[in-house]
């Protein structure tokens, strides 16, 4: 079972920054593929950022392709989210996702194929 804890959300004007936490827990996270999600008011939950469990593999929406940038720390048991030049249409909740992977290589795009979700934290960002 693995559990995980989002943190780092806030309220910020356009052109900031701001990183976004995922503290995981489980014996078996650190072979576990990760991804970053969003969902804005009335729209569907979308793929920010994916990273296989070793690092090696990230992948990124191109909405915010040089922008964001998705990484695990030395224990592996948290994975950040570093969003730069932040715009208004990133304004969302943002949750984050594991699911087993099959190579330390594979990272996975589909929601479906996450097994495991935070509670989300909310990032506003103001023109």
């Known amino acids: 079972q693995v559990q995980l804890v989002e943190s780092g959300g806030a309220l910020v004007q356009a052109g900031d920054s701001l990183r976004l936490s995922c503290a995981a827990s489980?014996?078996?996270?650190?072979?576990?593929?990760m991804g970053w999600f969003r969902q804005a008011p009335g729209k569907e939950r979308e793929l920010v950022a994916a990273?296989?469990?070793?690092?090696?593999?990230?992948y990124y929406a191109d909405s915010v392709k040089g922008r964001f940038t998705i990484s695990r720390g030395n224990a592996k048991n948290t994975v950040y989210l570093q969003m730069n030049s932040l715009k208004p249409e990133d304004t969302a909740v943002y949750y984050c996702?594991?699911?087993?992977?099959?190579?330390?290589?594979?990272?996975?795009?589909?929601?479906?194929?996450?097994?495991?979700w935070g509670q989300g934290t909310q990032v506003t960002v103001s023109s």
């Open positions: 996702a594991a699911c087993a992977a099959a190579s330390a290589f594979q990272y996975y795009t589909k929601l479906i194929e996450y097994d495991y």
């Open positions: 990273a296989s469990w070793g690092g090696v593999s990230t």
């Open positions: 489980g014996r078996t996270f650190k072979t576990y593929a």
